[in-house]
């Protein structure tokens, strides 16, 4: 059973920086595809970056790219995500996922392993 653990997040004021890990246990973690979603109060669920397995692909929505970067680290088993100039609308509870073998990896419902999530707080 794969577990998942996410830290860094916090409060910062827009235009800073943040970085989340997620810290993953379990069998051939490093097998699996990893992402970020993000839900903010009142809306739904937002994908926001994925790699793949292998580290070697990535994928951002559109609202973060140039922005956000994902990367995984397998001999550690931590995923991460680096956050600059961090905008008011970044504000939300950010969830890691893993999954194996997904048609897609922006499609949060194809996850099967959720972390408990981090609150990241952008102020003005």
């Known amino acids: 059973q794969v577990q998942l653990v996410e830290s860094g997040g916090g409060l910062v004021q827009a235009g800073g920086s943040l970085r989340l890990s997620c810290a993953g246990s379990?069998?051939?973690?490093?097998?699996?595809?990893m992402a970020w979603f993000r839900q903010a109060p009142g809306k739904e669920r937002d994908f926001v970056a994925g790699?793949?397995?292998?580290?070697?692909?990535?994928y951002y929505a559109d609202s973060v790219k140039g922005r956000f970067t994902i990367s995984k680290d397998n001999a550690k088993n931590t995923v991460y995500l680096q956050m600059n100039s961090l905008k008011l609308e970044d504000t939300a509870v950010y969830y890691c996922?893993?999954?194996?073998?997904?048609?897609?990896?922006?499609?949060?419902?194809?996850?099967?392993?959720w972390g408990q999530g981090t609150q990241v707080t952008v102020s003005s």
């Open positions: 996922a893993a999954a194996r073998n997904i048609p897609t990896i922006t499609n949060g419902e194809y996850f099967d392993h």
């Open positions: 379990g069998p051939s973690f490093s097998n699996y595809a």
């Open positions: 790699i793949g397995w292998s580290g070697r692909s990535t």
